[in-house]
């Protein structure tokens, strides 16, 4: 609703409109001055909701405008457009004033041929399949579990939030790294070329997402060139494409290893098999809990069983305190016993070393000698003694028949030069005799002889 008011410095009155109003004045300027038109370009960003109604772009080389047809419209239009399709139709302008977009109205529609734009992505298209650039053969396998991912993309896109968010969930232990670059835009081709060689330079990187977000085919453009798909192609790492929505299909999509319809997408073919590892390993670690969890469970079970069979555990601790007391008398005893057989082994090895000692054997030695010594002597003194004995009886023995006895008794013994004369034959008168008397000697002449027969009688 128009405002009234004064202007501060005494100009004439302004009006003043709110947003909507203005809205509101465009759409009918457009509508009444306009109005009807008929319409050629190309068809970009066709969507076709459940409603049924159709919403596209119109564009050609220097332009473009938004423009709908309604689902009571489409259902009887005789051709259904394609995007890249040229078309001509008649369409009513106006504004969306929600948006505060203008569009137009599309009430009937008939195909023109196919775009400029179209043209040539199926141009380079064609040229580079020929090539083989898009052959299955070049493409390389991706890494079962990757250890670094690159993500070439805007920094400030939805697409990288969503890569993010995609990997966070389902590989929250992979490294990421960004890789910046324009994705829209004259600069974006050569940005996304230099950035892609770049990742494929980083160490431990052996997966590339080249993503972006929805948009119309212009917004896509930078993936339809020609240097880009060929940097692709030529990459030593495995590239993911993931570029715009799932009907969006740009030159790159056939240049890299992988397609993914869409950026997150693109995040879950290079997380799978990170979430299938993390998945098993849940896995196993589930089947792991369970069995200790049965495995506990049958010990506390087998637990209680030997608890119930248990006696008191301060019985059980007399009994080991008697036992260790049983144990230690016996101990004492051993040791005692050992000690005495040591003591009485040791006596018996001094004893012996002591005799085994010189001094010690010196004085046996000396002992025996001694002993010697006292029985040669008794020895000795038996021996005299019997000698003597035997002197003494030999000597009365002699003394009885020695001749100094016979002489004592006045018997007298006659010697010639020596020689005992038992015979007076044995002298002849004149002879030199010597006469042994009791006491003493008589030298005598032999005088005259007389022989007897040796019984004391004479023979005349």
Known sequence: MPEAGTDPSGLPAREILSVAELTRRVREILEGQIGTVWLVGEVSGLRTPP???????????????????WGSTARYLTHRPADGERILCRARITVYEPRGDYQVV?????????????????????????????????KHPLPMVPRRVAVVTSPTGAALRDVISVLGRRAAGLPVLLVPALVQGRDAPSQLTEALGLAA??????????????????????FNDEALARAIAACPVPVIAGVGHETDVS??????????????????????????????????????????????TREQNRLRHARS???????RLRHLMQRTDDL???????????????????MTLSARVFAAAPVARLAVGESQVNGLILRLRGAMEHTLERARTRVDRNAGRLDA????????????????????????????????????????????????????????????
């Open 106 to 138: 599309i009430d009937y529609l008939e195909t023109a041929g196919a775009g400029d734009l179209f043209r040539q992505f199926e141009e380079l298209r064609l040229r580079l399949s020929a090539e083989g650039l898009f052959d299955p053969e070049r």
């Open 328 to 346: 230690q008398l016996h101990l004492s005893r051993a040791f005692g016993l050992r000690l005495a057989v040591s003591r009485q082994r040791l």
């Open 201 to 222: 330079t980083q160490k431990d990187v052996d997966v590339i997402l080249l993503v972006r977000g929805g948009g119309s085919p212009e917004d896509l453009a930078a």
């Open 401 to 460: 028949l020695s001749p100094l006895k016979v002489l004592g008794r006045g018997y007298a013994v006659a010697t010639r030069n020596g020689q005992v004369l038992t015979d007076a034959l044995e002298a002849a008168p004149g002879d030199a005799i010597t006469v042994r008397l009791r006491k003493g000697e008589l030298d005598c002449a032999v005088t005259g002889t007389r022989a007897d027969d040796g019984d004391g009688r004479r023979n005349n």
């Open 251 to 296: 030159i790159a999509d056939f240049a890299a290893d992988l397609r993914a319809p869409t950026p997150s997408a693109a995040a879950e073919l290079v997380s799978a098999g990170w979430l299938e590892l993390v998945t098993r390993t849940g896995e196993l670690a589930r089947r792991m809990d369970a069995a200790m969890g049965a495995l506990l």
């Open 309 to 315: 069979g248990l006696t008191d555990p301060r019985e």
């Open 51 to 69: 409603s049924g109604h159709m919403y596209l772009t119109l564009k050609d080389a220097e332009a473009q405008i938004r423009a709908v047809v």
